[in-house]
């Protein structure tokens, strides 16, 4: 481990109500969000913080943040000579403070005192809905090298996903000469920083900060938002702060549309984002089930969980959760199926019968196309999901269409024969 390594402190973000993945969050935070069938969306940064020679990671957490604590408690525990830990900052009301985080730099102002105790040198501040892999390490070198009070992860981008992102300038040595967040597209020429088809520096929304420059910045700055107050108050400020260009795979996956195709790009012979690689682990929480188990079924382009049961059935394009269950003659095409949290034992079987109630899982001949299914449904026998695809955005009882999607919420019950 670099020596420097050993005086830098991991910050993760546990986000606000998370209404673009609504309603994936409606019952928890959003790194709590199941990931490629497996995962926690929090594994990813908690992952790249142990990879990266971090061993002491700070997550804070505001809305729906029951899960997201139980799985970072079950999770990440290190041993007592390793030196590190995890620990979670939840918003509270104290005697300075009546007020919940308002924002990413309200949230850290809430908590400066905490985040000075353990007096690091630096601060690494990761978002907790993105999926990527990167060595922190490597960010926190070159934030050494360039003797920086801020450096921002960014990615070159073109001209048409500029307006949605905060974009910067950096001169010849990678500091920052001007930051607009969400530029309008006549403010793009003055901004381009490189040459070629992706001339502009977008942010990952992936920061260090020198502690001391942290400090000073959050005490005398009252904004709540790094990219929109604290970042362009910095460079007013005269603070040296630089670009750290990032080359790699690299997804914000915060909205409805970009988590689904994330997911189903992991179908792919060879996705973008690799969960295979040995070198770099992705960590989660260990659970001991058996080997899934598929049979007379059709299976192209799947990735199945461990826990599985597939029962003459055909899926194509699709992630199978943990403990997921497809009866016979289901179709499923462009799912991403989470699974379940149990198996339903013969005593609960029978009541499901008196109840009149489907069993967990997918039902004998239903046909489901571009939908997620959260944890625990229940689709009857005969069921229909079709493409939603151009269709305006809705919400019921049982479902919701979002970007397209249909999104079946956790513990929902879709009878026999609906179509949707």
């Given at each position: 481990?670099?020596?420097?390594?050993?005086?830098?402190?991991?910050?993760?973000?546990?986000?606000?109500?998370?209404?673009?993945?609504?309603?994936?969050?409606?019952?928890?935070?959003?790194?709590?969000?199941?990931?490629?069938?497996y995962?926690?969306?929090?594994?990813?940064?908690m992952?790249?913080?142990?990879?990266s020679?971090?061993?002491?990671i700070?997550?804070?957490?505001?809305?729906?943040?029951?899960?997201?604590?139980?799985h970072v408690v079950?999770?990440?525990?290190?041993?007592?000579?390793?030196?590190?830990?995890?620990?979670?900052?939840a918003?509270?009301?104290?005697?300075?403070?009546?007020?919940?985080?308002?924002?990413?730099?309200?949230?850290?102002?809430?908590?400066?005192f905490?985040?000075?105790?353990?007096?690091?040198?630096?601060?690494?501040?990761?978002?907790?809905?993105?999926?990527?892999?990167?060595d922190?390490?490597?960010?926190?070198?070159?934030?050494e090298?360039?003797?920086?009070?801020?450096?921002?992860?960014?990615?070159?981008?073109?001209?048409?996903g500029?307006?949605?992102?905060?974009i910067m300038?950096?001169?010849?040595?990678?500091?920052i000469?001007?930051?607009?967040?969400?530029?309008?597209?006549?403010?793009?020429?003055?901004?381009?920083?490189?040459?070629?088809?992706?001339?502009?520096?977008?942010?990952?929304?992936?920061?260090?900060?020198r502690?001391?420059?942290?400090?000073?910045?959050?005490?005398?700055?009252?904004?709540?938002?790094f990219?929109?107050h604290?970042?362009?108050?910095?460079?007013?400020?005269?603070?040296?702060?630089?670009?750290?260009?990032?080359?790699?795979?690299?997804?914000?996956?915060?909205?409805m549309?970009?988590?689904?195709?994330?997911?189903?790009?992991l179908?792919?012979?060879?996705?973008?984002?690799?969960?295979?690689?040995?070198?770099?682990?992705?960590?989660?929480?260990?659970?001991?089930?058996?080997?899934?188990?598929?049979l007379?079924?059709?299976?192209?382009?799947?990735?199945?969980?461990?826990?599985?049961?597939?029962?003459n059935?055909?899926?194509?394009?699709?992630?199978?959760?943990?403990?997921?269950?497809?009866?016979?003659?289901a179709h499923?095409?462009?799912?991403?199926?989470?699974?379940?949290?149990?198996?339903?034992?013969?005593?609960?079987?029978?009541?499901?019968?008196?109840l009149?109630?489907?069993?967990?899982?997918?039902?004998?001949?239903?046909?489901?196309?571009?939908?997620?299914?959260?944890?625990?449904?229940?689709?009857?026998r005969?069921?229909?999901?079709?493409?939603?695809?151009?269709?305006?955005?809705?919400?019921?009882?049982?479902?919701?269409v979002?970007?397209?999607?249909?999104?079946?919420p956790?513990?929902?019950?879709?009878?026999?024969?609906?179509?949707?």
């Open positions: 481990m670099l020596s420097f390594m050993k005086d830098t402190l991991g910050v993760i973000m546990g986000g606000g109500a998370g209404t673009r993945l609504y309603p994936l969050t409606k019952l928890r935070a959003k790194p709590a969000v199941p990931l490629a069938g995962y926690r969306l929090i594994d990813i940064p992952s790249n913080c142990i990879n020679g971090i061993n002491r700070y997550v804070l957490t505001q809305f729906n943040s029951v899960s997201l604590h139980r079950r999770t990440y525990q290190f041993d007592n000579f390793s030196g590190g830990w995890v620990r979670i900052l918003a509270e009301q104290t005697p300075g403070s009546q007020s919940w985080y308002q924002g990413t730099a309200d949230a850290l102002r809430k908590q400066l905490q985040l000075q105790v353990p007096e690091p040198r630096n601060i690494v501040i990761l978002a907790g809905d993105h999926l990527y892999r990167m922190y390490s490597l960010f926190v070198q070159f934030h090298s360039h003797e920086a009070d801020i450096t921002i992860a960014v990615k070159p981008i073109a001209a048409a500029a307006p949605r992102m905060g300038k950096s001169d010849e040595d990678n500091q000469v001007d930051w607009v967040e969400k530029p309008a597209p006549d403010q793009l020429p003055e901004l381009a920083s490189v040459k070629g088809d992706k001339p502009y520096l977008a942010s990952m929304g992936i920061y260090v900060f502690t001391q420059s942290m400090t000073q910045l959050l005490r005398e700055e009252s904004g709540s938002d990219g929109k604290i970042i362009p108050a910095a460079i007013e400020k005269g603070m040296r702060v630089c670009a750290y260009p990032f080359d790699g795979y690299w997804e914000d996956i915060g909205t549309r970009a988590f689904y195709e994330a997911n189903l790009a179908t792919t012979p060879d996705p973008p984002f690799n969960f295979f690689a040995p070198e770099w682990p992705i960590y989660t929480r260990a659970r001991y089930l058996s080997g899934s188990k598929i007379d079924s059709a299976i192209r382009r799947v990735v199945v969980a461990p826990g599985c049961r597939i029962d059935a055909a899926v194509a394009d699709s992630i199978v959760g943990l403990r997921s269950i497809v009866r016979p003659g499923l095409h462009r799912v991403v199926m989470m699974g379940a949290d149990y198996y339903e034992t013969m005593i609960q079987i029978e009541e499901n019968r008196e009149g109630l489907p069993d967990i899982g997918v039902g004998e001949g239903s046909v489901i196309e571009n939908t997620i299914l959260d944890k625990n449904v229940r689709i009857g005969n069921v229909v999901i079709r493409n939603h695809e151009g269709e305006d955005e809705e919400e019921t009882d049982t479902y919701v979002r970007d397209g999607i249909v999104v079946v956790k513990g929902v019950v879709i009878p026999d024969n609906t179509v949707i």
